[in-house]
Each structure stands twice: as structure tokens, then as C-alpha cells.
């Protein structure tokens, strides 16, 4: 049985946002911005963020979901399960190591941050805006991670299918997480609903 018995057995993410619709549009086009707007990281290493975040809550669906669109975007397939254990490995390099410590320390211990954990980023060459790119994903897949979880979506061979065809059909796209949003029904004119 479902978590929630209007959701079906086993739902993707996509269900929940069907069943449970307000915030829905800009929630999404909160992804686009922090994952596919202007920064000083590539698509490759925010979508890696999201699933480093993930992996360390352990939610299965957002940790496979965006371990699968980093690897869309050229990220190696071993590099995060090494980083899962060990944030310094050194095949992120120099400048993401300190910021996935950073992370790491945010979503386990966040009240323990520290200005010397900013400065160590800082040393190694980031900006401030960077970081904060950085954190604004911590926070964001902090909080999916929730929505997920507490929902009961779930990571299965279908729901990791239908993911894989919809990321990889939107390699190109500026805006995937809007998109994905306009698929399920929703747009700004109808944002706390969907489209019938």
C-alpha cells in the first residue's frame, strides 16, 4: 500500500506532483535556476551536488535520479559512490572537494557550520557566489529529499526509465525542471493546478 492511498503502490515523483499540485510551477522553476541558470559550475557538477545532498540523506529516488543526470552530462559513472564515503577524492579536483565537505557538514550538522568551513572554500579558489550557487542546491534537495521521502515515492527499473528518456530528451533544454512541470499540467497561469 501506498504511503498515501490516493498516490498508486509504488509512485514516482511525478504522481505526488499530480496528487499534491500547489508550489508545483515554481518549485520547478526554482530547479531550472539553480541547476541550469548562470553559474560559475557546469550542469554536470550541480546536478553531482544534488546527488551527493541526496546520497547523503539517502533518499534512493532523487540520489539515482540526478547521479543518472549528472552522468547524462558527462560526469564519470565511479566518481560519486567514491565521493559518498570520502568528499576529498580526488577525482572532483581541487576546487569542488572543499564544497562537497561544505555540503556535507550543511545537510548532516548545519547548526556546526562555521566561517572557517566558508574560508576553506574560499581558499580554494571559489567564489562567494559560487558557494552560494552551491548551497541554494544543498537546500533545495534537502528539502526534495523530504518531499520524496515523505511521500513514499519510490526508485524502481520504471520509474528510473521514464527519468533516463525525459533527462536525456532534454539535454539541450535550459529549462528540463519547467518542462517536466508543463508535462505533468501545471504553468504559471495555472500554478496551483492542473491544466484540465
Same mark, same amino acid.
Given at each position: 500500500m501506498a504511503r498515501f492511498p490516493s498516490l498508486p503502490e509504488q509512485p514516482h515523483l511525478a504522481d505526488a506532483f499530480k496528487r499534491f499540485g500547489r508550489g508545483i510551477w515554481p518549485l520547478c522553476e526554482y530547479h531550472d535556476a539553480v541547476l541550469r541558470g548562470a553559474s560559475e559550475w557546469s550542469i554536470a557538477e550541480r546536478e553531482l551536488m544534488a546527488a551527493f545532498v541526496s546520497g547523503l540523506n539517502a533518499c534512493q529516488f532523487c540520489h539515482g535520479s540526478h547521479r543518472m543526470i549528472a552522468e547524462l552530462h558527462g560526469i564519470?559513472? +565511479? @566518481?560519486? /559512490?567514491?565521493?559518498?564515503? %570520502?568528499?576529498?577524492?580526488?577525482?572532483?579536483?581541487?576546487?569542488?572537494?572543499?564544497?562537497?565537505?561544505?555540503?556535507?557538514k550543511l545537510t548532516l550538522t548545519p547548526a556546526?557550520?562555521?566561517?572557517?568551513?566558508?574560508?576553506?572554500?574560499?581558499?580554494? +579558489? @571559489?567564489? /562567494?557566489?559560487?558557494?552560494? %550557487?552551491?548551497?541554494?542546491?544543498?537546500?533545495?534537495?534537502?528539502?526534495?529529499?523530504?518531499i520524496v521521502e515523505g511521500c513514499g515515492v519510490v526508485m524502481n527499473e520504471v520509474n528510473m526509465a521514464t527519468s533516463r528518456a525525459r533527462h536525456k530528451s532534454n539535454l539541450d533544454n535550459p529549462a528540463p525542471y519547467r518542462a517536466f512541470a508543463r508535462l505533468l499540467g501545471f504553468s504559471p497561469e495555472h500554478e496551483g493546478a492542473q491544466i484540465t
Open positions: 564519470d559513472a +565511479g @566518481v560519486l /559512490e567514491g565521493l559518498m564515503d %570520502d568528499p576529498s577524492h580526488s577525482r572532483v579536483g581541487p576546487r569542488l572537494a572543499p564544497v562537497l565537505a561544505y555540503l556535507r556546526r557550520m562555521t566561517d572557517a568551513d566558508a574560508q576553506s572554500v574560499f581558499e580554494g +579558489g @571559489v567564489s /562567494e557566489q559560487a558557494l552560494f %550557487d552551491a548551497i541554494a542546491i544543498c537546500a533545495l534537495f534537502n528539502f526534495m529529499n523530504r
